[in-house]
Each structure stands twice: as structure tokens, then as C-alpha cells.
């Protein structure tokens, strides 16, 4: 039988706070870009576009800022 690898069955991709704020930032830009988009402010669909990008970079940012995953 295989040595049981907890890293094979479970590799924690994005467990971790970086990727959680970066992922809420960029849901919040993508649902307000719709909702702009629906009402037609066209300044304020430019202004999501731009939040999206932030969270974008959200992620590298506070991974190196010692957010990102921890090896144990």
C-alpha cells in the first residue's frame, strides 16, 4: 500500500488570508461592475475595473507580507 501524503490529497491552494481578501475584494468589484453596468454609470464600471485590478495585486502583496500559505 502507498505511503499516505496529506500534501497530494490535500495541496491548500489559496488557504490562506491573502488569498481570501484578495478573492472577497475582486467578488465585491466583479458584483458592484455588474451592478454599474446594469444602471449605466459608466465611471463607476471603470472604478470596478480598476478595484478588480487592486485585488488582482492584492495577493502577491500580502503574500509577501507574511499572509500567504506557511510551510509547517
Sequence with gaps: MADYDP???DPG???SRAAWA????????VAAGTLFFFLDM???VW??????LVGLLL???LAKA???????
Design 42 to 44: 459608466p465611471m463607476l
Design 13 to 15: 491552494h489559496g488557504d
Design 59 to 61: 495577493w502577491p502583496i
Design 66 to 72: 507574511g499572509y500567504g500559505l506557511q510551510d509547517h
Design 47 to 52: 472604478a470596478s475595473a480598476g478595484l478588480l
Design 22 to 29: 484578495s478573492v472577497v475584494v475582486m467578488l465585491i468589484a
Design 7 to 9: 500534501k497530494f490529497v
